[in-house]
């Protein structure tokens, strides 16, 4: 166990997840500190019944603490993880900043818990979009190979934090009664309309969360040579990412044997029933750590392709739950060397 813990960014949209999520799963520690920055400091969150004040994000705040789970914008984690490493504090980052760094471990628990054993002080969770993606790849790897993926994102406001929900809310409600919103998070209009563009202009015409897609994917599957080809879109959704995905393996998955993989791999639900209307919605999704799977169908444009449908809720599964799952590894860890 760890004694002290710190959550930091705890005011984020994922910091927030990430109080609920150590309440429900019941997290041990014996102390917890909330960080955030300047503009948060002094401000007060309620927590299991007692008022804690939250603390500004400087390198003595990690005096003492045993473990920090961070969740805060890039520039952020690569200032305040040195901090944390120069105490013996043991930090899992949500942040895309130390992601693709060699020596650190990228992990989803159902996917590769093994390599949390690397660590050297830091264990990076990945992008949203990424999660979701990985965790539907992960079966259909194991059983044949996947070489080829062509995936379309729906990504939803709240994968822009606290601000990407306000831009949604006082956009749509604006637009509605006839007004005008000045939009912060987003550099276009998002209310009753799509953006194809998330992240910076990247590599070869892609945006940096597309390539992060298909660097963090070859990371995590250990496997560079899946070829991978997404486009990801902003979409007027409040919360959870929906994926179009097509798959090419190199033995051919029909899509029963498809249906019965993702059902028995571990953090996967099937709802997929197109006769009765069935199938992921973000609004069915919402609050629940799944991957959720549906619309499973064979790939008519190739030979072994297969087509299918994948929602989660992003700032759960695709961040909180997944950070929180990999310091549950670590205190399993801690515990079976005593
Ligand atoms: N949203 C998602 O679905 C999702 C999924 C996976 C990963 N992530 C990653 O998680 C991180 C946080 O995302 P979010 O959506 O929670 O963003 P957010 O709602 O904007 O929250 C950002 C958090 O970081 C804190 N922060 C910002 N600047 C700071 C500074 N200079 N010093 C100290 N703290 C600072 C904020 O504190 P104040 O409240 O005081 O400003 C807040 O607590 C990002 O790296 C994001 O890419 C997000």
């Known amino acids: 166990m760890f004694d002290s813990i710190a959550i930091v960014g705890a005011t984020?949209?994922?910091?927030?997840?990430i109080r609920d999520m150590l309440q429900e799963r019941e997290f041990p520690y014996e102390r917890i500190t909330?960080?955030?920055?300047?503009?948060?400091?002094?401000?007060?969150?309620?927590?299991k019944g007692e008022k804690h004040t939250v603390q500004e994000l400087r390198p003595e705040a990690f005096s003492g603490i045993d473990l920090a789970i961070g969740s805060t914008p890039d520039p952020v984690a690569k200032e305040f993880v040195p901090w944390a490493l120069?105490?013996?504090?043991v930090v899992v980052d949500e942040s895309g900043y130390w992601r693709m760094d060699p020596k650190v471990p990228l992990v989803i628990p159902e996917v590769n818990p093994e390599a949390v054993h690397e660590h050297q002080g830091i264990i990076a969770?990945?992008?949203?979009?990424?999660?979701?993606m990985v965790v539907a790849l992960k079966p259909?790897?194991?059983?044949?190979?996947?070489?080829?993926?062509?995936?379309?994102?729906?990504?939803?406001?709240?994968?822009?934090?606290?601000?990407?929900?306000?831009?949604?809310?006082?956009?749509?409600?604006?637009?509605?009664?006839?007004?005008?919103?000045?939009y912060e998070t987003f550099a276009h209009p998002i209310a009753f309309n799509l953006i194809p563009q998330i992240g910076s202009q990247k590599h070869a015409g892609y945006t940096s969360e597309e390539m992060k897609m298909v660097y963090e994917t070859h990371k995590i599957l250990g496997d560079d040579t899946i070829r991978i080809c997404p486009t990801c879109v902003r979409v007027p959704v409040s919360?959870?990412?929906s994926e179009s995905i097509s798959v090419e393996t190199e033995r051919k998955i029909g899509v029963d044997e498809a249906r019965e993989l993702f059902a028995s791999f571990p953090g996967i639900k099937?709802?997929?029933?197109?006769?009765?209307?069935?199938?992921?919605?973000?609004?069915?999704?919402?609050?629940?750590?799944?991957?959720?799977?549906?619309?499973?169908?064979?790939?008519?444009?190739?030979?072994?392709?297969?087509?299918?449908?994948?929602?989660?809720?992003?700032?759960?599964?695709?961040?909180?739950?997944?950070a929180v799952q990999i310091a549950e590894l670590l205190v399993r860890i801690q515990a079976a060397v005593g």
């Open 239 to 241: 919360n959870c990412h």
């Open 86 to 89: 120069e105490r013996d504090c």
């Open 125 to 132: 969770s990945p992008n949203c979009s990424t999660t979701q």
């Open 270 to 322: 099937v709802i997929d029933d197109l006769p009765n209307g069935k199938y992921p919605k973000p609004s069915d999704c919402d609050g629940d750590d799944a991957v959720f799977i549906g619309r499973i169908r064979e790939d008519l444009s190739c030979d072994n392709g297969l087509a299918f449908w994948c929602v989660s809720d992003n700032l759960r599964k695709g961040a909180a739950t997944n």
């Open 34 to 47: 909330f960080l955030a920055s300047n503009r948060s400091a002094g401000t007060t969150i309620g927590f």
């Open 12 to 17: 984020g949209a994922v910091g927030r997840l």
């Open 140 to 182: 259909l790897h194991d059983a044949g190979r996947v070489r080829r993926v062509v995936v379309s994102t729906y990504q939803a406001t709240s994968g822009a934090g606290v601000g990407g929900q306000r831009d949604l809310e006082e956009g749509t409600r604006a637009a509605l009664n006839g007004g005008s919103h000045k």
